[in-house]
């Protein structure tokens, strides 16, 4: 069956430093994956996602994520972290299959 | 449009009660999921519907839930009794396809956050 796991769940960084969220996913097909963002009592809004192509994806708020098959993997940077930023991040793959979603990873900005 | 729509935002309720959650898809979306979230468990999916029909509901918990879709424009997931281990955030997801093409991925609700004491 299919799943992902984000190893970090809670991640504290400073206003401007660069950022990396892991992600790991098992999937027996081709995966499709996804990160989304949830602000505080708010749903779920797509960053990003890969379906096919380049590996390298640009997404929304200046976030990308690299899709590496060999390492099953699927982390999100952003190359330098605004205080709006601070939420929680879902990894998801599907494809088949609907999505399945990572337990997230919470991200805390410090000045 | 104006998103996925869900509601109430809100719901306390008494153990034993019975719960409506509703949702109002995107128009235009094939596909309907229901989602529950929990700190313990994340992200759940308990049922999603194509075209108005039950695909597959094996996530739903026990026979005390069920869910409909009566035509495309209106989804409801009801819980008969409610015990205080349905506390949680529900969240109703909508999209195109099942791989989630288009712009926007799965487009999730606001959720309905339920409370049962």
């Known amino acids: 069956a299919q799943s992902v796991t984000q190893p970090d769940i809670h991640i504290t960084v400073s206003e401007g430093a660069s950022l990396e969220l892991r992600c790991n996913y098992s999937y027996g097909a081709t995966p499709y994956l996804f990160w989304y963002v949830q602000s505080p009592g708010q749903g779920l809004q797509l960053l990003l996602k890969?379906?096919?192509?380049?590996?390298l994806v640009q997404g929304i708020k200046g976030f990308e994520a690299e899709f590496k098959r060999s390492q099953s993997s699927f982390n999100l940077r952003k190359p330098s972290v605004h205080w709006s930023d601070a939420a929680e991040y879902f990894c998801?793959?599907?494809?088949?299959?609907?999505?399945?979603f990572g337990k997230g990873t919470r991200l805390s900005v410090i000045a | 449009d104006a998103g996925v729509i869900q509601s109430p935002r809100h719901e306390v309720t008494e153990m034993g009660q019975e719960v409506t959650l509703r949702c109002k898809p995107i128009s235009g979306h094939d596909y309907l999921f229901w989602y529950r979230q929990t700190m313990m468990r994340g992200l759940e999916l308990l049922i999603y519907?194509?075209?108005?029909?039950?695909?597959?509901d094996s996530g739903m918990p026990e026979d005390r839930f069920s869910a409909k879709m009566p035509n495309a424009s209106f989804s409801t997931l009801k819980i008969q009794p409610s015990e205080p281990r349905d506390s949680a955030v529900y969240f109703c997801?909508?999209?195109?396809?099942?791989?989630?093409?288009?712009?926007?991925?799965?487009?999730f609700g606001s959720g309905t956050r339920l409370t049962v004491v």
């Open positions: 890969y379906f096919s192509g380049d590996t």
């Open positions: 998801a793959v599907g494809g088949n299959t609907p999505l399945v």
């Open positions: 997801a909508s999209s195109l396809t099942l791989k989630g093409a288009g712009n926007y991925g799965y487009t």
């Open positions: 519907f194509n075209n108005n029909v039950p695909i597959d």
